[in-house]
Nanobody, 127 residues
């Protein structure tokens, strides 16, 4: 059974940076696309970024383009989210998810296409 564990969250001032990690186990990691999502207070979970199983293709929400970078290390079964130029509106619990089926990702920004959610890591950006 797939297990995802996020880490790297914290409190940072606006303009600062954080790097989130998501360690995967219980799955053949290199076969699955992965995604980062976030859920702010009183909001629904929303797409942040996703990456194909090979790492060759990435997708970003418009709100984070140019500031966040998703990457993966298939040898370490880990996906990362580098977050730069953070804003108070980035405050949320960040979750990583595994695309539901191996191989090609269609609908790579749709929450319903991902599962095996981790417990999340809190990111708080102060103004």
């Amino acid at each position: 059974q797939a297990r995802l564990v996020e880490s790297g969250g914290g409190l940072v001032q606006a303009g600062g940076s954080l790097r989130l990690s998501c360690a995967a186990s219980g799955l053949t990691f290199r076969l699955y696309g992965m995604g980062w999502f976030r859920q702010g207070p009183g909001k629904e979970r929303e797409f942040v970024a996703s990456i194909s199983y090979s790492g060759a293709s990435t997708n970003y929400a418009d709100s984070v383009k140019g500031r966040f970078t998703i990457s993966r290390d298939n040898a370490k079964n880990t996906v990362y989210l580098q977050m730069n130029s953070l804003k108070p509106e980035d405050t949320a619990v960040y979750y990583c998810g595994r695309y539901n089926t191996p191989g090609f990702m269609a609908g790579a920004s749709m929450t319903g296409n991902f599962g095996s959610w981790g417990q999340g890591t809190q990111v708080t950006v102060s103004s």
